[in-house]
């Protein structure tokens, strides 16, 4: 057979209960270049539907006359089970009617028995597999697209009511604290505590609302060129400072030219903040967050963060950038952080990753294009 086929091997199940057909597909692929498809055979629905329920297959050649079992049903019965499988269904001249029936309701292709040879065989497998994926991707998309929709609609929708309750959360806790301060002389203890779970109540909503904002807000960068290892060395200094209570020191180190680059400086200053304060949570009285800043190629930078914590779980680090994912519990954390993160990242046109770090501890890493070409 005259072909150039160079993808891999096409798993293909022939369901047939008549040994003769079985033996002349057989021999038309025998003339197909080798490794071009791998066969199973099966005799009857029942094992049909083993195979499929057990093994992965890229086509399924379906006779519809089996015992037991006619036409359109025998069709629906396998195509229910095929996950991702094409159908080419095999009919003999007197049920080529059932078979374009079967097209219709989700075959790719039907073949009349007695005008099949090798390359008609060769043809219709290789179009009705492609067929197939090409409809699976488009189905894929189709679902992300709903996803994504209905994730912006509820995005509106928290925006909307995030700024609601931001102002009545602001005044609580103005009030609690103006409060807390005229009784700090006269009020008992009992109201002095109460008015400060109040205010600290207030105060995490008030972040919370505040992430959710930035989280689903507006992601418009101001962009200008900045030195980033002056930016990120100003976050570095804070963040060491306000690790300094707890016994963690915040170290920051640069390599190459940081000047030029081009990226949203309040922005990427906030994701900084972010990462430093997850890796000082996790690290241990004494220990070291490690912050270095590279020009690691003409056209990129990278920011690491290196603390001295337990690392992550690998069950978790699939979903540490989701919103909402938090390990700290008791309402300490939104989940929002690294979420906030990413997007960022991405707006800027770059990636952002956390692994655990080889000799322990956890590594978040951030590239970002020097240029900052893509705006958003
Ligand atoms: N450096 C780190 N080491 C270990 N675990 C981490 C580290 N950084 C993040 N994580 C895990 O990922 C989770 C998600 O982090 P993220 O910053 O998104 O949310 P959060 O810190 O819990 O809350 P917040 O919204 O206040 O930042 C954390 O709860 C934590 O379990
Ligand atoms: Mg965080």
């Not at 069950?315 to 990413?342: N, Q, S």
């Amino acid at each position: 057979m005259n072909t150039t086929q160079s993808t891999a091997t096409l798993r293909a199940l022939v369901v047939e209960d008549n040994p003769a057909d079985v033996a002349l597909l057989k021999a038309h692929i025998a003339t197909a270049p080798p490794g071009w498809i791998e066969l199973q055979t099966a005799h009857t629905l029942e094992d049909a539907a083993q195979h499929l329920r057990f093994e992965r297959f890229d086509v399924v050649l379906l006779d519809l006359s089996l015992p037991g079992s006619q036409g359109l049903d025998t069709f629906r019965f396998v195509h229910e089970r095929c996950r991702e499988a094409a159908i080419v269904v095999l009919s003999g001249l007197a049920d080529e009617t059932v078979a374009r029936e079967a097209v219709r309701s989700g075959a790719q292709d039907y073949l009349v028995k007695d005008g099949v040879d090798a390359n008609v065989l060769f043809r219709s497998v290789t179009y009705s597999v492609e067929r197939r994926r090409i409809t699976q991707r488009a189905l894929k998309l189709q679902a992300e697209l709903e996803h994504a929709r209905k994730l912006a609609t509820i995005g509106r929708i928290t925006a909307g009511i995030a700024h609601e309750i931001r102002n009545p959360l602001q005044i609580v806790a103005y009030s609690a604290n103006a409060l807390a301060k005229r009784l700090a002389v006269s009020a008992d203890e009992k109201s002095v505590k109460d008015i400060e779970r109040i205010r600290s109540a207030a105060v995490r909503g008030e972040r919370f609302v505040q992430e959710l904002l930035e989280y689903g807000g507006d992601m418009t960068l101001r962009k200008t060129a900045v030195h980033l290892g002056v930016v990120l060395g100003h976050v570095a200094e804070d963040q060491d400072a306000a690790a300094d209570e707890g016994g963690v020191r915040v170290t920051f180190e640069t390599v190459g030219d940081l000047r030029g680059v081009v990226v949203d400086p309040h922005r990427i200053e906030q994701v900084l903040v972010n990462l430093v304060t997850n890796a000082v949570k996790q690290t241990g009285e004494g220990g070291v967050v490690a912050i270095r800043c590279e020009r690691d190629s003409p056209t990129t930078v990278t920011v690491e963060v290196l603390d001295m914590g337990p690392g992550i779980e690998p069950e978790h680090l699939e979903h540490v950038f989701e919103p909402f994912f938090t390990l700290r519990a008791g309402g300490v954390g939104t989940g929002l952080g690294l979420a906030i993160c990413k997007a960022i990242v991405e707006a800027h046109g770059g990636e952002i990753t956390l692994a655990n770090a080889p000799a322990g501890g956890a590594l978040a890493r951030v590239r970002l294009p020097v240029s900052g070409a893509a705006e958003a």
